[in-house]
């Protein structure tokens, strides 16, 4: 074909790759098309396993409440940090991690130049107007050779990109609705965090910032 077809215009112009650093870059729009179907699959799964502010190792309630699905979910209490096959609050598996979901941070992390994502864990954040994460690294996994993927919804906030020492520069990037992140490669356990989110409405998710971000944790 000669052109491209409307509907192909109207992505290109709303999907674009912004680099972050080596390893590392925003694709700008990337969810976009799914939107809908990904907040309904999540709906599913948070019916199955719901949502829940959990506690850190020093006992703190954390602002952002949080669900899994796949194989693995990435849980805290006072025990500490660690990835478990069984919900805690329901003694049961986590829900599946839907076909569109890994579909989704397959091809994402394919555009990033990782090919062959298998992720087995999508952790579920929830925030809030106020909510943040802390900066942190993403270490629990075993293989350091895959990327992270991480998926935006909702209302805008602001991530933070650091380095590889909790007390380097980060950099403020902006994420909206269907944004996606992914960080692999030399940038694998860079820093990153959410300043606290400011009170906003999204036409499809109300005053919440949905994240999702998918691992490969086996
Ligand atoms: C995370 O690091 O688990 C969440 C990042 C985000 O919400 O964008
Ligand atoms: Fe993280």
């Known amino acids: 074909m000669m052109t491209l077809s409307l509907f192909d215009e109207e992505e290109n112009r709303r999907t674009w790759q912004e680099p972050l650093c080596e390893g590392a870059l925003v694709l700008r729009g990337f969810a976009l098309e799914h939107d809908v179907a990904i907040l309904a699959a999540l709906q599913n799964i948070l019916t199955e396993s719901p949502l829940h502010h959990m506690v850190t190792p020093g006992g703190f309630r954390m602002s952002v409440a949080m669900s899994n699905c796949g194989t693995y979910g990435w849980v805290t209490d006072r025990s500490g940090y660690r990835y478990a096959k069984i919900d805690p609050e329901r003694g049961q598996a986590w829900p599946a991690?839907?076909?569109?979901?890994?579909k989704l941070a397959q091809e994402a992390a394919a555009q990033a130049g990782y090919q062959d994502f298998l992720p087995d864990a999508c952790l579920i954040n929830r925030y809030e107007a106020s909510a943040r994460m802390s900066l942190h690294q993403d270490k629990n996994e075993r293989d350091f050779t895959q990327p992270i993927v991480s998926v935006s919804l909702g209302i805008p906030a602001m991530f933070?990109?650091?380095?590889?020492?909790?007390?380097?520069?980060?950099?403020?990037?902006?994420?909206?609705?269907?944004?996606?992140?992914?960080w692999g490669g030399s940038a694998r356990l860079r820093y990153h965090g959410v300043l606290a989110l400011k009170t906003a409405t999204h036409p499809l998710v109300g005053e919440h910032r949905i994240n999702l971000t998918f691992r490969k944790v086996s």
Do not use: N
């Open 97 to 102: 991690l839907p076909e569109l979901f890994m």
């Open 160 to 182: 933070l990109f650091g380095g590889m020492q909790r007390a380097d520069k980060a950099i403020r990037v902006p994420l909206a609705h269907g944004d996606v992140v992914v």
